[in-house]
């Protein structure tokens, strides 16, 4: 290439702002065009452009708890099947953890895009399928003990070769998920998606050269390692060490640690897991690229909160990972893994951040509620007369920060995902939502108060349905930071119709988690209630400016008896100064 065709830093730029676009534009079409709540609702899923070897170089990224995988999935389909396996006009679909996925209901497709006859780039997404066969309707089984309980695990397949059906593969997927219309369309819509990423790649490569594109993709790579080498040599060098205990598994009562080494040398910051527990027996197993998700979410967190740096493969240049292979976060097949992803990999971000507050207190917030609060249901529709299933999950309290309250309601900060409207919720399953809201008092104490948790509240208008649950943050609250205190658990119970309480389901049904359970059958005019967890509290309580107290116990966010408690002084009226 000629210096009279390389791109300048403006050309960079609006080269940064095309391909961004383009995968926005996936998005779009992903979002208005798939069957399932958590896509077109939640938008559990990511859009992506990667180059002919799997480096990302684009994405609107939804979900970041993929982040790491979706790089990883294309390399090892490379690095397995070679090349020459990807053909014009092929689709390829992988869900397989233990080939460079996170667990196993995240599908990656990718589209191989050519010019004349070159592999030149790739174009991919990956979402939460919401129903993937397995043990458990809604395929999240709590008590899983392999993965082949966890559902239906594909290896890299063709589900169009050369622009053709592959039927035998759709005959296989379609028979082994319970809900095959919504898996059908689901699958399409992320087809869609591909089709535009391709169509627009090309007509940008029509407008400027592929020479030049390629040599751009790889000058905004080089660019966004260089910017994140440069925030991370601002920090302090040093070793910062941190570690938790996770409540339980969801097989066992036994509750399992995980441990963290932040060292930050320079313009690089590894993150060692040695010392953590072995793999347990159930499915809150992560497997590597689920611990590099969160090690890069917490890097990016106090290097680049604003998101200024362009994400693309650059970033992950600057960090390593060391997570011991047997390990919980870094489980060998077959152990089960579904639980790794959505509800250890948020902890394990709050604990990289605990550890990285002592370099950098003031961008670290304290924990988030940690779960995303996994509930799964599905049966026969009394009004259609039609299966359906649906992963539903709710919003929790963030933890309080050095400038600000954590916020309220919000999805795990791994995810950014959305919950489902009432009105749509109850549109498409025979559910009725009694209540839903703030939980009062549920966030940490303290100088800037934790988030709050929501609850609701879910009455069965069907003979019977199936619900299963994979909470955590139960019986280990969240904790505060700084001189915080942590805030109120997470709890699912149930109310037998005719019965005149709530209680556990382990108390009902004799499973063997109060949280955690598979395939409990409730039926017509049983409720089902739930409270996430709240954030803890960042800095002293006794600090938090006494308005603010009185402002919350006027919001009803915090009860008198509470502010009186926790806060150490009389709450004054709103305008008043102790």
Known sequence: MTDELKLDSVGLHVLHNALANITAEMALVMMKTAYSTIFNEGLDFSTVLLDRTGNLIAEKNYTPSMMGAIPNTVRWTLEELGEEFFQPGDVVVHNDPYRGNCHMPEHMMMKPIFRDDELIAFAGCMGHVAEIGGKAVGSFAADATDCYQEGLRLPPVKLFEQGRYNEQVWRIILANHRTP?????DFHAMIGALTVGERRLMALIDRYDTAIIREGAGSLIDYSERRLRAEIDELPDGEYSAAMWVEDDGVTADPFEVKVKVVIRGDEIIADFTGSSGQVKGPMNAVYVVAASAVYNAVFCITDPM???PRNSGCYRPVRIIAPPGSVVNCKHPAPSVGGNTDLQPKLIDLLLEAMAKAAPDKVAAATGGSSSNLLFGGVHPETGQFYSNYHYDGMGTGGTLSKDGNDAETTRHSNCR???????????PLLTLDHG?????GGPGRHRGGLATYRTLR???????FSALFDRCKIAPPGLAGGKESKGAEILVRRAGEPEYRRFDQVFGVASPTKFTNVVLRRGDELRYRTAGGGGYGPPEERDRELVAL???DGYVSAQAAERDYAAPVLPIGGRS
């Open 552 to 554: 919350d116990v006027l």
């Open 181 to 185: 219309r919504n898996t059908w369309g």
């Open 307 to 309: 998101m200024l740096i």
């Open 438 to 442: 703030l939980v009062q008092d549920s």
């Open 460 to 466: 069965v208008m069907a003979d019977e349905i199936t």
């Open 419 to 429: 919950n489902t409207p009432i009105e749509v919720f109850e549109h498409r399953y």
